[in-house]
């Protein structure tokens, strides 16, 4: 694989069209896009110009040739969802099913234990939507593993802090601070898929409402947490629909930011995953769903070049594979995700991690390493743990 991209020359020829001539140069010098622009660019623009431009992005936000990694582990506490989402194979709806489940104590110790083993800095925690877990369970969960092991805790999403809110008749801030003072540290940006109404009423009808889940994390930024944003592509949404999903957080980066707030401190981007355990891979219609690896790039290019205010953007190796992810890294992204210890989600619905569901950060090393980059520890903040120096690096 090639270590470098070319550099893109503002002003240089790309196509007989105006329309896309002047969105490169605008894109090219760090300006920012309009929609119209981010579409003329993703319909128009050649695959390997999108991804230059990217990487052009990537180097203004983080200089330098490093890529960084987390060393983590994944926790579902709990499989009992009432939400029924039709791209979901994990969870049970019915509490009382034989494969239905709450993590007790002991097992989430055995867990953490062997995380902390095998060096990670973080417990990420993430389940249903479960009503017959009261409020105070999340708050005592957080509780017990903040005061028995020394690691930082991000947990639930936004549509779980709105099944806090269903069941305890709580306000976001109030939710949201108790679980911090609890020791949360992170809110993950799960749950968003598309961030539009349209989509959502087709896939998860049931779910947080877009406009919702912005204004839980905007709640987040404001209590200090660290937060991500997510984009799962597939579900057949037009580009337009992505665009309202990249505007929403767009929009609510800038207040965040105007505000004061460290918003939202990375965006990563997946390919949706189905089989035949999902209703949506079972539908007449499952041909139509899903996107490819050229697709995968397009799209993740685009998002490095329209959220010109999230600094950072993560390659995802669990549902495209490491080759990929490596290709992720020159089309703007400068992380590589986590080691993903024990993943479940999209395992079940066919990922590449059912094959393989975590990654030594010796591996991760590796991947980035042979993507031509410097590997870098770092926690949840971005912060570096620690620098791999290498030979050869010409990112």
Same mark, same amino acid.
């Given at each position: ?28 010098? %760090? ?159 799960? %749950? ?204």
């Amino acid at each position: 694989m090639s270590s470098s991209v070319a550099p893109y020359i503002p002003g240089s020829p790309a196509s007989a069209c105006p329309d896309l001539d002047r969105a490169i140069d605008k894109a090219a010098s %760090g300006t920012r896009l309009s929609r119209a622009e981010a579409l003329v660019l993703y319909k128009e623009a050649p695959l390997a110009e999108l991804g230059q431009l990217a990487f052009l992005a990537r180097k203004r936000h983080n200089p330098g040739a490093n890529v960084t990694y987390l060393i983590d582990r994944n926790i579902n506490y709990t499989n009992v969802c009432n939400t029924d989402c039709s791209f979901c194979a994990f969870y049970r709806h019915d509490p009382k099913h034989p494969e239905a489940y709450v993590l007790p104590r002991e097992v989430m110790r055995a867990k953490i234990e062997e995380a902390l083993e095998l060096g990670a800095t973080r417990i990420l925690l993430q389940g249903g939507h479960n009503d017959e877990l009261p409020y105070s369970f999340y708050v005592e969960m957080i509780s017990w593993i903040s005061s028995n092991f020394k690691v930082e805790i991000n947990a639930f999403s936004p549509s779980e802090i709105q099944q806090m809110k269903k069941v305890s008749g709580k306000s976001y801030a109030e939710i949201l601070g108790e679980l911090k003072a609890a020791g949360m540290r992170g809110l993950p940006g799960g %749950g968003a898929e598309i961030l539009d109404d349209q989509v959502r009423a087709r896939v998860s009808p049931k779910k947080i409402s877009a406009d919702e889940w912005i204004a839980v994390m905007e709640v987040a930024h404001s209590t200090g947490l660290t937060t991500t944003s997510t984009m799962v592509i597939g579900f057949g949404e037009t580009i337009e629909q992505r665009l309202n999903h990249l505007d929403r957080l767009r929009q609510a980066q800038d207040r965040s930011l105007q505000a004061g707030f460290k918003g939202f401190g990375a965006f990563i981007s997946w390919p949706l995953q189905f089989n035949e355990n999902t209703s949506i891979g079972r539908s007449r219609h499952a041909s139509g769903y899903g996107a490819g690896a050229t697709e995968y790039l397009r799209n993740v290019a685009l998002c490095r070049l329209y959220l010109d205010n999230i600094q950072h953007h993560q390659s995802s190796w669990p549902t495209l594979g490491p080759e990929v992810a490596q290709l992720g890294l020159h089309f703007g992204c400068d992380d590589i995700g986590s080691t993903m210890m024990e993943e479940n989600v999209v395992s079940q619905a066919g990922a590449p991690t059912a094959r393989k569901w975590c990654m030594s950060p010796e591996e991760l090393q590796a991947i980035i390493v042979q993507a031509g980059f410097t590997p870098a520890q770092r926690d949840t903040a971005y912060n570096i743990l620690r620098l791999h120096e290498v030979d050869n690096v010409s990112a």
